[in-house]
């Protein structure tokens, strides 16, 4: 059975940082594209950043020189490193791994910008 497990969120000043994190389980997890998407409320989800089983990063253009996704295959997770905040990247995070039609999706964790 697989699982995601996603931790790191929480309430931040602007300016600050927050880095998530997904491990999963009962998946061959290098083999899979992984991805953060984001939903605030009233909003479509939308993708933030990706990383290929290669390694090659995608991110929107919101976030771009501001977050960077990480993979860690050897511990079955990957990573969002969040800098400098705005308020705009208030959203419920989710990661997603994505292999053909295999697609799996963490359960969000909350991140709020807030003074």
């Known amino acids: 059975q697989v699982q995601l497990v996603e931790s790191g969120g929480g309430l931040v000043q602007p300016g600050g940082s927050l880095r998530l994190s997904c491990t999963a389980s009962?998946?061959?997890?290098?083999?899979?594209?992984l991805y953060w998407y984001r939903q605030a409320p009233g909003n479509q989800r939308e993708l933030v950043a990706g990383?290929?089983?290669?390694?090659?990063?995608n991110y929107a253009d919101s976030v771009k020189g501001r977050f960077t996704i990480f993979r860690d295959n050897d511990k079955n997770t990957v990573a969002l490193q969040m800098d400098s905040l705005k308020p705009e990247d208030t959203a419920v995070y989710f990661c997603?791994?994505?292999?053909?039609?295999?697609?799996?999706w963490g359960q969000g964790t909350q991140v709020t910008v807030s003074a």
């Open positions: 990383i290929t089983s290669g390694g090659n990063t």
């Open positions: 009962g998946i061959r997890f290098s083999i899979y594209s």
């Open positions: 997603n791994l994505v292999r053909g039609f295999l697609n799996f």
